[in-house]
């Protein structure tokens, strides 16, 4: 009878498992499907039990403390998703290793208004991922966002040394220079973006775009 569920569970569980790295931040959503195969194992056992009269007030006992147990910690985990800043601050706390925790805790600081502490939340990603272009991304942008732009063009550019062409980037960098009234850097920024995506739309439009305002 246990066969099903401790398959189900395993099963469900694997894809989000991360044995394979995916990127992907583990979350309780993730739990859901395999909650279903270890609620049916814990019914199985309580069922087995409550056949026998004898255990039938320790089931009923235990069931209720688990109950309660559980309430009080969901009631404890609300105070956690209070807003962005809470959850992946507890998230950070619980996995201090993780680069994209630390890269969301950034976000949701500069959310908050809190530059300082959004910027070493960056580099403490970037610290354990140095690949980690999304992060050199984010950076830069807080960096624009304070008026240092020499430090903003180093930081997109490292961002697409890792991921070349990335539209979000290369959109990103090229505005920076628009900003600047550096048209030749921003043209051949998105040419070079071109030579990877050269059927992508937006792309194609700022480029045209930025010749026009070059003749112009």
Known sequence: LLTFPLSWFFITLLPSSNLISTGVIFSQRYLYLPAFGFCLIFALIANHFLKRQKTVPIIIMVLTLILFGYGFIVFLRTFDFRNDLTLWKKTVSQSPNSAASLNNLGLAYEKFKDPQKALS????????????????NNLAILYEQEGENDAAVSYYLKALSISPGNPDYTYNLAGLYIKLGRLQEAEEVYAKA??????????????????KMKRS
């Open 121 to 136: 939340s960056y580099q403490k990603a970037i610290g354990l991922n140095p690949n980690y272009a999304q992060a050199y």
């Open 194 to 211: 071109l030579k990877i995506h050269p059927r992508n739309p937006d792309l194609l439009d700022y480029f045209n775009r930025i010749k």
